[in-house]
Nanobody, 127 residues
């Protein structure tokens, strides 16, 4: 079955950086839009970033734009999230997700658009 496995989470000080990776298996990776979502304690899951099948186009939540960068390597079946200038409010479990519906809908931020999800990786930013 399809698997998405996130890695790279951890504890970082405010202002620091982390790089997350999501490795996909049993998936025609290049035919999926890939996204990152996060869920903070006591909060709903929210959209962070997405990237087109080719990697040419990216989409960001306002909270992430200018600080985070999403990228993908289709040859490695991997999507990345580079997070810089981290803030305590970035603390959350970060999830990788894959979607084909997003491309056809023209929207990329809805959880319902994503077919497969990883298990999540914890990111904690200390003040």
């Amino acid at each position: 079955q399809v698997q998405l496995v996130e890695s790279g989470g951890g504890l970082v000080q405010a202002g620091g950086s982390l790089s997350l990776s999501c490795a996909a298996s049993r998936l025609s990776f290049s035919t999926y839009v890939m996204g990152w979502f996060r869920q903070a304690p006591g909060m709903d899951r929210e959209f962070v970033a997405a990237i087109s099948m080719s990697g040419r186009t990216t989409y960001y939540a306002a909270s992430a734009k200018g600080r985070f960068t999403i990228s993908r390597d289709n040859a490695k079946n991997t999507v990345y999230l580079q997070m810089n200038s981290l803030k305590p409010e970035d603390t959350a479990v970060y999830y990788c997700a894959a979607s084909q519906r997003a491309y056809y809908s023209g929207t990329y931020n809805g959880e319902h658009l994503y077919d497969y999800w990883g298990q999540g990786t914890q990111v904690t930013v200390s003040s």
